[in-house]
């Protein structure tokens, strides 16, 4: 029997040949005995309810899905996993949350379950942000691909060299791996990247934030020019799209739930409160919610220390998450929240940014997010998997204009929320500085600056550049003062390979 999503055969039908349909000869079709030229790849008619079974996917891959309990492929799966497995590029406009992971991993393992990796060649490279996203792929890979023998590697920041070499040593069918630590390796020339197949760009927007084109563009260099590439991005600014079009080749692009669109299951709140009232406001806050398990996200990764300081000299069980933390204790505190052995963990956006944590009852912006993408982001971290969740906000005065654009790209106003034990604040508060010559009058209080993170400008050009290595900020935001105008070489722009530990 046909799968649903081919529903006619008849010689040569392609409504368009970029879009719909495929000449090259598949898995897919070898499998269903489907002659190329003879299929029409939409679904649009189907009435059909799609399995797992009908996307072309291997007895023991389906297995493992089986195994995993998933009943029902997502709609990025859907439609990502048959032209993955047709080996066509793929642009997927996807956040964390849609079963995107599954949507390139399960038909990679059947590609790559025929052929054996030669030592020092991996077969396909799969490229992440973090080292935690780039873990959390490298379990899909075991979990989905445990009825196969394919032999997997992580390359990531923070653990040891040799062990990684001696993986790459023994041939590797999938590697995964944030960009610095796969340079490294490269520039020790432990690692040969010609005979890489498949290529994965995960979470495109993230690396851009982070600083990582460059290195990227290097790694994607140094791969062969037939290939197959399989780009992913929660948004799509124009850098990316400019991006995407230089790394694929007439790519199916895929889109699943709008970038913008926070969960319906979420009950947004925001409390506005003078920024010497944040803290009283969270404590406030915790108390009175019934908390299962709570992330609060802070702009930046001290705040996120102080935060935990603060909660916990407060009475509160609290844990931090961010990129300065060695490695073993990132790994053992996210353990604990998934387990449910911590209730509260305080995180910057990066180093919780695609986690995936299942059950997170609570969402608390104690900072404002700078970009309304990131809103969107950390709320979606709550009411997943049609699950109830709560996001709740706390603003000040100042975060007036981030606030707007927030509601502007959600479409809405989130509802404001009174607190008891601390005043409301009003947008209007919010104080102008005291300009030399004496004109404009109000002086921002010292305890408000002490809130407000301190702005590019007023930090030192030597922290500036500290922080290019460290913090994920945007990307132009890097954008150093120079004599060349618009255009700024790429060596300057180059971060470092310490903001893979983000
Ligand atoms: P991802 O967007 O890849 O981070 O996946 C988010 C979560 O969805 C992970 O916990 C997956 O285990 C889960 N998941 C992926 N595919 C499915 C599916 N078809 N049915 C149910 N859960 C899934």
Not at 425 to 446: F, H
Not at 449 to 460: D, I
Not at 482 to 496: D, K, M, N, S, Y
Request: aromatic share 6%; charged share 30%; with cysteine.
């Amino acid at each position: 029997m046909l799968p649903p999503y081919i529903c006619d055969t008849r010689p040569c039908v392609f409504p368009t040949s970029k879009d719909e349909g495929n000449r090259q000869e598949s898995l897919t079709f070898r499998r269903l005995n489907i002659k190329i030229g003879e299929f029409y790849l939409i679904r649009k008619n189907s009435t059909e309810h799609m399995t797992f079974r009908n996307l072309g996917l291997s007895e023991a891959t389906l297995k493992a899905v089986e195994d995993s309990g998933y009943t029902e492929p997502t709609p990025i799966q859907e439609q990502a996993i048959p032209i993955v497995l047709m080996g066509r590029d793929v642009l997927g406009c996807a956040q964390t949350g849609t079963g995107k992971t599954a949507g390139f991993t399960l038909p990679m393992i059947d590609m790559l379950a025929t052929g054996r990796a030669r030592a020092r060649m991996p077969r396909s490279l799969i490229l992440e942000p973090t080292r935690e996203l780039a873990a959390q792929v490298s379990e899909s890979f075991e979990r989905y691909g445990k009825y196969h023998r394919l032999a997997t590697a992580l390359l990531i920041g923070g653990e040891s060299f040799g062990d990684q070499e001696k993986a790459l040593g023994r041939g590797v069918d999938v590697l995964i791996a944030t960009p610095g630590r796969l340079i490294d390796l490269f520039e020790r020339g432990r690692i040969l990247l010609s005979d890489v197949k498949v290529l994965v760009i995960d979470e495109a927007d993230r690396m851009l934030d982070m600083g990582f084109i460059p290195d990227i563009e290097r790694i994607v260099g140094l791969l062969p020019y037939q290939r197959q590439t399989l780009f992913f991005s929660a948004t799509m600014p124009p850098e990316i799209r400019k991006l995407a079009d230089r790394f694929l080749t007439e790519p199916k692009e895929i889109t699943v739930t709008p970038p913008a669109s926070p969960a319906e299951t979420v009950d947004q709140q925001l409390a506005l409160v003078h920024g010497d009232d944040k803290r009283a406001a969270l404590r406030e806050i915790l108390r009175s919610e019934v908390i299962e398990n709570g992330l609060i996200f802070c702009n930046r990764k001290r705040d996120v220390d102080i935060l935990v300081k603060s909660l916990t000299k407060h009475g509160f069980e609290a844990s931090a998450l961010h990129g300065d933390m060695p490695q073993f204790r990132r790994t053992d505190t996210l353990e604990r929240f998934r387990s449910g052995e911590l209730r509260l963990l305080v995180a910057s956006d990066v180093a919780a940014r695609g986690l995936d944590i299942p059950r997170v009852s609570h969402v608390f912006n104690f900072d404002v997010p700078i970009h309304a993408e990131d809103y969107v982001h950390r709320i979606g971290r709550t009411g997943r998997a049609g699950r109830l969740g709560t996001a709740i906000t706390i603003a000040q005065p100042d975060d007036v204009l981030h606030t707007q654009k927030i509601e502007k790209l959600i479409g809405r106003d989130v509802p404001r929320r009174a607190l008891e034990t601390v005043n409301a604040a009003n947008w209007d508060d919010r104080p102008r500085r005291r300009r030399r010559n004496g004109k404009a009058a109000s002086v921002e209080p010292e305890s408000l600056a002490r809130e407000r993170p301190r702005r590019r400008s007023e930090t030192s050009p030597a922290k500036q550049m500290r922080r290019r290595h460290t913090e994920a900020a945007p990307a132009e935001t890097f954008r150093p003062d120079t004599a060349f105008g618009e255009h700024i070489p790429a060596f300057l722009l180059r971060p470092g390979r310490e903001a893979q530990s983000v």
